[in-house]
């Protein structure tokens, strides 16, 4: 029997790079684990001018305020906790420490890794995705070490770090289910790391499809939300969608005729036609984009930016009047005593 797997992914690190990984995979149906404390770049920057989207910058910790909270809001659970070790599961210290060759997983359902936190419990997991940019530490014995770190000269002092090249540009390794968002060769300036984390995210995505039967080129999709209007009649009807996928797939590795086939065609058409959002749902949509960047926002900026008159404008009158007569008692006196 598979020994239990608390999550498909845990991501370690919730800064660009990492928060662009948990996204992509929570929102393909990954069930995703961001854990984050510990040094960050980010919290570093004293204000991110040349990050897409804020016209007169921002401060890192609004930032790294919005994607936590957008993490949590694609499905990730987020988790206030350091991680301090990732081991293969079942594997003894000394098994761990043997090489990439002997990173298949001990089960094919099963955790292929133990992620322990300072606090909390540890977590088994298929996948781990490492997202923090001063740190690899916590990854030795996956791999060895000269495959992992490297040795840099410093002012003539030489230092141990995790080697920027040892994942591909997608993030894979040669450990079978760990991927590298950072450190990175992109992990400079943060809308690279942030890139790097969407293509690794979307490795994983693509990687945890393959396990469950799908072949690279189906399993390799966008995540789009597209409008309802741009389905003309034709696509509108899911037999085309079928068409398309048995034209496009038909000389492909898997045989057309078989049950994977069909079973893979239907979760790829699902995926398609759930792409599609109404014109209503699109509405509350950017609605729900606007609260949740203005919950985050400091209510005398708004304030600032808006005008008095139309924040009142925008307000309810009775909640305005209660809120004048809760600031002033005379004002609910004279209420009560006017005839
Ligand atoms: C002083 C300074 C100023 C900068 N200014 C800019 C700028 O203006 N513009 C720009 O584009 N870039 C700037 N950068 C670079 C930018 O900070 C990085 O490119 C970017 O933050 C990298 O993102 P990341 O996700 O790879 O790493 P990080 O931002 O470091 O995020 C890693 C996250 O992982 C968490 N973490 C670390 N270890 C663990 C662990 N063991 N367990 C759990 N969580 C962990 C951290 O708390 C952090 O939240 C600056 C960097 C510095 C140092």
């Known amino acids: 029997m598979s020994p239990a797997v608390d999550r498909d992914v845990v991501v370690v690190g919730c800064g660009p790079a990492g928060c662009a990984a948990a996204v992509f995979a929570a929102r393909d149906g990954l069930d995703v684990a961001v854990f984050d404390r510990g040094r960050s770049s980010l919290a570093r920057c004293a204000h991110l001018e040349n990050y897409p989207g804020f016209p007169a910058g921002v401060d890192a910790e609004t930032l790294s305020a919005l994607m936590r909270a957008q993490a949590e809001r694609a499905g990730c659970a987020v988790v206030d906790d350091l991680v301090e070790s990732v081991e293969r599961a079942g594997d003894g210290p000394d098994e761990a420490a043997g090489d990439a060759e002997s990173s298949a997983s001990p089960d094919a359902d099963g955790p292929r890794f133990v992620v322990t936190p300072q606090t909390g419990d540890p977590v088994a997991a298929r996948r781990v995705v490492a997202a923090t940019r001063y740190d690899g530490e916590y990854l030795r014995g996956l791999d060895g070490d000269d495959a992992m770190f490297e040795v840099h000269d410093h002012g003539g002092e030489t230092h141990e770090g995790f080697d920027r090249e040892y994942a591909d540009r997608d993030g894979g390794t040669p450990v079978d289910g760990l991927y590298v968002a950072s450190p990175s060769d992109a992990d400079r300036q943060a809308v690279t790391a942030a890139g790097r984390g969407a293509r690794v995210g979307k490795r994983v995505v693509a990687d945890a499809r393959i396990d469950d039967g799908w072949w690279p080129e189906p399993a390799e999709g966008v995540d789009w939300v597209r409008r309802e209007a741009e389905l003309d009649d034709e696509w509108a009807d899911r037999d085309r969608w079928v068409e398309w996928f048995d034209e496009t797939h038909a000389d492909g590795p898997v045989d057309p005729d078989s049950e994977r086939f069909a079973r893979v065609r239907e979760a790829a058409v699902d995926d398609a036609l759930s792409a599609y959002v109404e014109v209503d749902e699109e509405a509350a949509r950017a609605a729900a984009g606007h609260r ?48």
């Open 292 to 339: 949740a960047l203005a919950e985050r926002l400091d209510p005398e900026a708004v304030v600032d930016a808006h005008g008095t008159d139309a924040l009142l404008d925008a307000m309810d009158d009775e909640a305005i009047a209660a809120h004048v007569a809760e600031d002033d008692p005379n004002a609910e006196r004279a209420e009560a005593e006017s005839p």
